[in-house]
């Protein structure tokens, strides 16, 4: 059953520091262009994912947002196997289309940060399951952005959240306030096509008992 509940928590969330490290990001990207880059946050208002788009109450301005994930896996796995479905054993995925996107895997520098805790130990702390944010799919973003945008307004010290990828439990995801985020992003300069990365899109879709969808 999908989650109800909405903010705000029995108990406080605890921040937790993540030290300065190479992140990993899937986004699009036009190499010439340079739009959407490694390094932009999000402020276009537009997109339906889990804590984002998010405005400011106040007057209603866009507050950015970046996602990254500490591993190539993660990365592929909270983007290009975001809709695999539950139970994802028979499952086929199209790798044609993967191949045909603008999708590409960048390397990106992330600085000092306090995030809120969304893994077992924080949701544990905050008197709640991990399913009542991440057990839902898109038809409950609505509701998990709302726990996104209490964060931001309640803990003004937090500059992003920090939980445990969905789709690959071993790969830690973080979504940044861009608004709170002082010191720059770096662009590592190491984007390449998603199609570069296969093997791993192969390796994480064998886990979980899918494969590559013939091609036609």
């Known amino acids: 059953m999908v989650s109800t509940v909405l903010p705000p928590p029995a108990k406080p969330f605890t921040l937790t520091t993540l030290l300065p490290d ?43 947002t970046i996602y990254a994930a500490d591993s190539h896996r993660g990365a592929i796995a909270e983007i290009v196997l975001h809709d695999v479905p539950m139970p994802s054993t028979g499952y086929q995925h199209d790798l044609e289309r993967d191949r045909a996107s603008d999708l590409h895997m960048s390397a990106v520098g992330l600085p000092q940060l306090n995030l809120v805790n969304l893994k077992s130990t924080g949701m544990k702390a905050a008197g709640m399951l991990e399913s009542a944010l991440f057990d839902g799919e898109k038809s409950d973003y609505v509701r998990t952005r709302k726990w996104a945008l209490w964060i931001w307004q ?58 590559i969808a013939p091609s036609l």
Do not use: C
């Open 22 to 64: 190479t992140w990993y990001r899937v986004h699009p990207f036009d190499a010439i262009t340079r739009k959407y880059a490694p390094d932009a946050y999000n402020d276009s208002g537009l997109g339906n994912a889990r804590f984002s788009p998010l405005r400011r109450p106040d007057n209603n301005e866009v507050i950015p």
């Open 154 to 211: 309640t803990m003004p010290e937090a500059q992003g959240l920090l939980w445990m990828s969905k789709q690959d439990s071993e790969s830690r995801a973080v979504m940044l306030f861009g608004d709170r985020v002082t010191v720059p992003i770096i662009d590592l300069d190491k984007s390449e096509h998603v199609i570069n990365y296969e093997d791993v899109i192969v390796e994480l879709l064998a886990e979980m008992g899918a494969t």
